[in-house]
């Protein structure tokens, strides 16, 4: 490889936000490299679920994000040679008290305000789409539109099209430098050589913060620690993505659903379930900040598999065969980081998707792709704007 290589746009980040941006770069013609300092998908995209959830998102831009986002992956499964294993399933978020319940009816109403569709659900029809589910449930709210994808599959299907489409792909490759001169990118050092570019994607997830000190500038990001059990395949069991009303409220900081149990409210609890195309239910998940520290604990494991048990009992009779950790890029208000940097021409950012990287990959690379090339975008992405915490 030669010491100095140089291209149009480089993409630092490997996973479904940085492989998003540079499928749709390379939809519009742009010479694109990717660099990654391990192997795709080895953050945050290789260790979560699947879920492409709108009934989740706040209200306003965010939500607004996730259904421009949602529409774009039936094009992506035709467009893209690898099986992402998109599923259009539906989505259930369960109530286990009366509070809860009135909770999820009010938000309900006003996200069908907002032009999506969700309906409130009685047991009696939440027992018709969760056969054995607990009789504790009191309702949920179910979003039709809710789907579920291989998030690892996913960033590999668009990192294979936009190579198929003349993209490079450093891996192991760790971004050293950047240069700037003159208030603009110039150069990107790396432990495979320079990389000369006038426009430089950070899209490095819990790396991003990192990525910002080497141009002088805070991009505050944290790692959050998701834990998450995988069970035995099994027949099909689950045919909707499954939540508690609890994740909502760890996810959104909504006092009325954070979990009342201290333990649970410590590791930040809530349930999700989703059963993949080769038949594994994944069960989750925790939020947590404990640094970089990206390994599973006793506590955590123990925990989840006692709360998943509490909303579906027979998932008790099934093995789980392993578990795992991934640290997701929060920012501090849980939304993400997009756009561009004032005094340093060419520098974009992409980051601080949090537990939304999956649903709104599409919808940023596409974004994205317009920032870089026309400087304009076709959403308003001023609300995810850095200089919102100034």
Partial sequence: MSDVLSSEVVVIGGGVIGTAIAYYLCKEGAEVMIVEEDDLASGASGACDGFISLQTKQLGSHLDMARESAQLFPSLVEDIDVD???????????AKTAEQLKELKARAKKLKAAGLEVDILSPEEVESHIPGISKDIK?????????????????????QSAQNAGATILKGCKVENIVVTNN????????AGSIH???????AGTGSNQIGKMIIVDIPILPQRGQILVTEP????LNVIVSGAEYLGTKANIEELMPKEEEYA???LGFTAEQTASGNILLGSTREFAGFDNETTPDAINAIAKNAMDFIPWIKDLDVIRSFAGLRPYSPDGLPILGTVKGVKGFYMATG???DGVCLAPITGKLVSEL???GETSMDIEPFSLYRFK
């Fill in 139 to 159: 309702g949920a709210s179910y979003c039709a539109a809710d789907a579920q994808v291989n998030p690892y599959k996913l960033a590999l299907g668009l990192a």
């Fill in 372 to 374: 870089v090339l026309d």
């Fill in 234 to 237: 099994r027949e099909p069991m």
């Fill in 266 to 268: 410590k590791l930040g």
């Fill in 84 to 94: 992402i294993e998109y599923n259009p399933c539906g989505g259930l978020m369960l």
């Fill in 353 to 355: 998707h949090a537990g």
């Fill in 197 to 203: 570019s006038r426009r430089v994607v950070c899209a």
């Fill in 184 to 191: 603009r990118v110039r150069e990107v050092d790396t432990s």
